[in-house]
């Protein structure tokens, strides 16, 4: 090795040292076992599982103690273990896992008596959507709520057990039309996205353009609350029910969507539609379980839309303060009703401004009802007539009675859902003579038009131009909703909510 000059820089004899270049190697070695030992460790370590969502329906209790609903959203399930999943523990051992899509077993109120519980059971088998494995424990206060408030108030009564099925067939229903309304709630359940909301395009249900016709509007609070309500109208709520885990998911995505304001709390998410449905699917909530965990909700709900009303007209639309429209008027109406049949105060005022706004719309001296002016158009005065009853006409009230009878003549229409949807409402409460026979065509051309092939089995999709926008999600809700108005426990389609007024 030739002898370093004196004036060679010191970093450049570093460099040629043997000890320094032994030092880089040992260096460069050690690194790439630590490299390698890593990913051996990676690979052989388990991955912790995911913590839970904790969803507190009820009254809070001692730390320690299970009196919560506890909702954990876990790892997806593969197709695989569909038969393992299904063999798992159900309720018993609190456990409640879901495979790609369970069969739906029911029993058939209208066929089978409660006294008769070796009849042959209802098993639908909807789609085959791989779904995320909810585990949900009820005890406590919610296992509480459950059992003292099984029934909920009076005026849910007809939604469970035995008294469903008297009801259905007393008012018009069938074994049919019980069939569809349990064939169209597996198809909803199918369609709830991970995350516990439901969306009018389809999309994060992992559908996968496998069901036509999804809609096209936007603001996840309404698609949700929509879909909510048929499983509330079946009796299930967050606290029991065959969906309880669906409806607790999906009311855990409601109140967490809700923006606090000054003026309330806000569910609109761009638009009053989604405020009013959610509020109504809290209040209905509220109503047949008594949470009171829900009661602050629907009181800052309530606060919104008694704010959010047009001073003016005693009207809502799309955004708080327009000038109203009557479909939006009338879900506000709908949730306003509601909360006062669960116990929440509704301002007077805001329920006599809304009459003036009807007033404004209204033609044939109350009998027809137009969109936003007078006029006479069957659809809207469908929804007015009903809005009315909410408000405080009398079921003896002649214009109400001229204008029920006037669309009821026609039959029920084929295609228009929303006005088949307001008008089968108002003719049961009335027990108005024509309804025997236009209920009789409505629900079995209801049971035709229902999907049964395929993934869109259970759903139904209507030549609407009107609706449309809400696509085949928004119309499989409004359809089973028309078939349970025998019994929905909806307190605002019962005859004690139309006769009580505000």
Same mark, same amino acid.
């Given at each position: 090795?030739?002898?370093?000059?004196?004036?060679?820089?010191?970093?450049?004899?570093?460099?040629?040292?043997?000890?320094?270049?032994?030092?880089?190697?040992?260096?460069?070695?050690?690194?790439?076992?630590?490299?390698?030992?890593?990913?051996?460790?990676?690979?052989?370590?388990?991955?912790?599982?995911?913590?839970?969502?904790?969803?507190?329906?009820?009254?809070?209790?001692?730390?320690?103690?299970?009196?919560?609903?506890?909702?954990?959203?876990?790892?997806?399930?593969?197709?695989?273990?569909?038969?393992?999943?299904?063999?798992?523990?159900?309720?018993?051992?609190?456990?409640?896992?879901?495979?790609?899509?369970?069969?739906?077993?029911?029993?058939?109120?209208?066929?089978?008596?409660?006294?008769?519980?070796?009849?042959?059971?209802?098993?639908?088998?909807?789609?085959?959507?791989?779904?995320?494995?909810?585990?949900?424990?009820?005890?406590?206060?919610?296992?509480?709520?459950?059992?003292?408030?099984?029934?909920?108030?009076?005026?849910?009564?007809?939604?469970?057990?035995?008294?469903? &099925?008297?009801?259905?067939? @007393?008012?018009?229903?069938?074994?049919?039309?019980?069939?569809?309304?349990?064939?169209?709630?597996?198809?909803?359940?199918?369609?709830?996205?991970?995350?516990?909301?439901?969306?009018?395009?389809?999309?994060?249900? %992992?559908?996968?353009?496998?069901?036509?016709?999804?809609?096209?509007?936007?603001?996840?609070?309404?698609? !949700?609350?929509?879909?909510?309500?048929?499983?509330?109208?079946?009796?299930?709520?967050?606290?029991?029910?065959? =969906?309880?885990?669906?409806?607790?998911?999906?009311?855990?995505?409601?109140?967490? %969507?809700?923006?606090?304001?000054?003026? *309330?709390?806000?569910?609109?998410?761009?638009?009053?539609?989604?405020?009013?449905?959610?509020?109504?699917?809290?209040?209905?909530?509220? *109503?047949?379980?008594?949470?009171?965990?829900?009661?602050?909700?629907?009181?800052?709900?309530?606060?919104?839309?008694?704010? /959010?009303?047009?001073?003016?007209?005693?009207?809502?639309?799309?955004?708080? &303060?327009?000038? &109203?429209?009557?479909?939006?008027?009338?879900?506000?109406?709908?949730?306003?009703?509601?909360?006062?049949?669960?116990?929440?105060?509704?301002?007077?005022?805001?329920?006599?401004?809304?009459?003036?706004?009807?007033?404004? +719309?209204?033609?044939?001296?109350?009998?027809? =009802?137009?969109?936003?002016?007078?006029? @006479?158009?069957?659809?809207?005065?469908?929804?007015?007539?009903?809005?009315?009853?909410?408000?405080?006409? &009398?079921?003896?009230?002649? /214009?109400?009675?001229?204008?029920?009878?006037?669309?009821?003549?026609?039959?029920?229409?084929? !295609?228009?859902?929303?006005?088949?949807?307001?008008?089968?409402?108002?003719?049961?409460?009335?027990?108005?003579?024509?309804?025997?026979?236009?209920?009789?065509?409505?629900?079995?051309?209801?049971?035709?038009?229902?999907?049964?092939?395929?993934?869109?089995?259970?759903?139904?999709?209507? /030549?609407?131009?009107?609706?449309?926008?809400?696509?085949?999600? @928004?119309?499989?809700?409004?359809?089973?909703?028309?078939?349970? +108005?025998?019994?929905?426990?909806?307190?605002?389609?019962?005859?004690?909510?139309?006769?009580?007024?505000?």
């Amino acid at each position: 090795m030739p002898s370093e000059s004196p004036d060679t820089p010191w970093i450049e004899r570093a460099v040629a040292s043997p000890a320094v270049r032994a030092g880089y190697l040992s260096l460069v070695a050690h690194v790439v076992v630590c490299i390698i030992l890593a990913i051996l460790a990676l690979e052989t370590r388990r991955m912790p599982p995911p913590q839970p969502i904790q969803l507190r329906f009820g009254e809070a209790e001692a730390a320690g103690d299970d009196h919560f609903v506890d909702v954990a959203l876990g790892d997806d399930l593969p197709h695989d273990d569909a038969q393992a999943a299904a063999a798992a523990p159900t309720l018993e051992s609190q456990e409640l896992p879901v495979d790609d899509v369970p069969l739906v077993t029911v029993h058939d109120p209208i066929a089978t008596p409660a006294a008769d519980a070796d009849a042959p059971p209802i098993r639908l088998d909807p789609t085959g959507l791989p779904a995320r494995a909810v585990s949900v424990r009820v005890g406590g206060a919610a296992a509480k709520a459950a059992g003292t408030l099984a029934s909920g108030t009076a005026a849910f009564a007809p939604r469970r057990g035995a008294a469903r &099925g008297t009801a259905a067939r @007393a008012r018009g229903g069938s074994q049919a039309s019980e069939a569809a309304v349990e064939a169209g709630l597996a198809w909803l359940a199918a369609h709830q996205a991970v995350d516990g909301s439901w969306q009018f395009d389809l999309s994060g249900c %992992r559908c996968d353009g496998a069901c036509r016709d999804p809609g096209t509007l936007t603001g996840s609070t309404a698609s !949700t609350a929509i879909a909510l309500l048929p499983f509330l109208g079946a009796g299930s709520t967050h606290a029991d029910g065959p =969906y309880q885990q669906t409806v607790s998911r999906g009311i855990y995505y409601l109140v967490s %969507r809700m923006q606090p304001t000054p003026r *309330g709390g806000d569910f609109c998410e761009g638009t009053m539609y989604g405020h009013g449905v959610t509020t109504l699917v809290l209040a209905e909530a509220l *109503g047949m379980t008594g949470d009171e965990m829900l009661l602050p909700y629907v009181r800052d709900a309530v606060r919104f839309t008694e704010t /959010a009303q047009d001073l003016h007209g005693g009207g809502w639309r799309y955004l708080p &303060g327009q000038a &109203g429209d009557i479909t939006v008027t009338a879900w506000q109406i709908a949730a306003l009703k509601s909360a006062m049949l669960a116990g929440v105060e509704v301002p007077s005022p805001t329920i006599e401004a809304a009459k003036r706004f009807l007033d404004r +719309v209204q033609t044939q001296g109350g009998a027809a =009802y137009g969109y936003r002016t007078p006029a @006479a158009k069957p659809c809207t005065s469908a929804v007015g007539l009903l809005c009315r009853m909410y408000t405080g006409w &009398g079921s003896g009230h002649e /214009a109400l009675q001229r204008g029920v009878t006037n669309l009821a003549k026609p039959g029920p229409h084929p !295609t228009n859902i929303y006005q088949n949807f307001y008008l089968a409402q108002a003719l049961l409460q009335l027990d108005h003579p024509v309804w025997p026979r236009w209920n009789a065509k409505h629900r079995d051309q209801l049971v035709s038009q229902q999907a049964r092939f395929g993934h869109e089995a259970g759903s139904w999709f209507f /030549a609407d131009h009107d609706t449309a926008p809400g696509g085949r999600l @928004a119309h499989t809700a409004l359809a089973v909703l028309t078939l349970e +108005v025998y019994y929905r426990l909806l307190p605002i389609y019962r005859e004690e909510a139309v006769d009580r007024d505000f």
